[in-house]
């Protein structure tokens, strides 16, 4: 039997406010075609490291980061949700975070709650995702087991399977984040969801 169902895989980090910002959207994009969402963090530093020798950001402009200031605001205002302009913990380590969500899926549970709850909590809560404590508690805020979660999130395959994650973007042509990639085709950036959009009403 053949299997008919979509998928979007959905390439991302947990410390961007584009992926928290658009998260809401992308699930209901993938409900209102009937597709099934695939979740992989993945390293950005490292995705960088491999693909330009450095894990630097590219250097701005003060205009340039203004502007990108004011462009945040404009999508948390145009999706209803809160923002900090300046983060208490920000830039801060998402690798937890992201084994926190690999072991979610590991275990069978959707981890889109916690996809949206981690990056919200450090671009809307002032809250540190890098912290044990705090990821305990956002993860029983999503309804999951706190101590379950944090205690796969340190094992050793978890680990691996963020590695893996990372090396599986870079093959199929990943090169940033958020990226949502469906049969083949690769979508770079929230701003992007409505071409993903457009394909799969068009591919339906």
Known sequence: MSDDKRYIDY???LNSPWVYLAQKRLEEIASNNQATI??????????MLRLIGHDDPPARSDLHKA????????????????????????PVSQKRAACMVAAADRFGWDPAPLVFALPRACWAEDRDIN????LTAIAEECGFP??????AAQDSAVLEEFEDNTNRALDRGV?????????GEIFWGQDRLEFLDFRLTEAA
């Open 11 to 13: 390439y991302f980090c």
């Open 146 to 151: 706190g101590d379950v979660l944090v205690q």
């Open 38 to 47: 695939r979740y992989f963090p993945v390293d950005l530093r490292e995705m």
């Open 131 to 134: 912290d044990w404590k705090t």
């Open 175 to 183: 090169f940033g984040i958020p990226s949502y990639v469906l049969d």
């Open 67 to 90: 502007y990108g200031k004011l462009e945040m605001q404009r999508w948390a205002k145009r999706y209803g949700l809160p923002l900090s302009e300046k983060p208490d913990y920000y």
